[in-house]
């Protein structure tokens, strides 16, 4: 992955990091992010709190901890990535 792709990732990071401690934690990302606006959620075919653990075990990997590093946060995106042929449509999405 390039270098401009890592600094929108890293940016993205960095925006989830609300305490500024270095870490994104599963509390930290509960303070930004509205579930309620997700399809399954607003139909009521999945509970907020499920919605809500389902979402962030796409980025908390590597270890279970509540606790996602920027390793995990750049191996999925790194997939994602992988799939964005242009730099343009990448940070569009980011």
Same mark, same amino acid.
């Given at each position: 992955m390039n270098e401009d792709r890592l600094s929108w990732i890293r940016a993205a990071?960095?925006? #989830?990091?609300?305490? %500024?401690?270095? #870490?994104? %934690? #599963?509390?930290?990302?509960?303070k930004i992010f509205d579930v309620s606006s997700m399809p399954e959620v607003s139909q009521s075919k999945v509970d907020p709190k499920e919605a809500y653990m389902q979402y962030m075990?796409?980025?908390?990997t590597q270890e279970a901890d509540g606790i996602i590093t920027f390793e995990e946060f750049c191996d999925y995106y790194r997939d994602i990535s992988a799939g964005i042929e242009s730099d343009e449509m990448f940070a569009a999405m980011m």
């Open positions: 990071y960095d925006k #989830l990091d609300v305490n %500024k401690d270095g #870490l994104v %934690k #599963l509390d930290d990302i509960a075990s796409m980025w908390d």
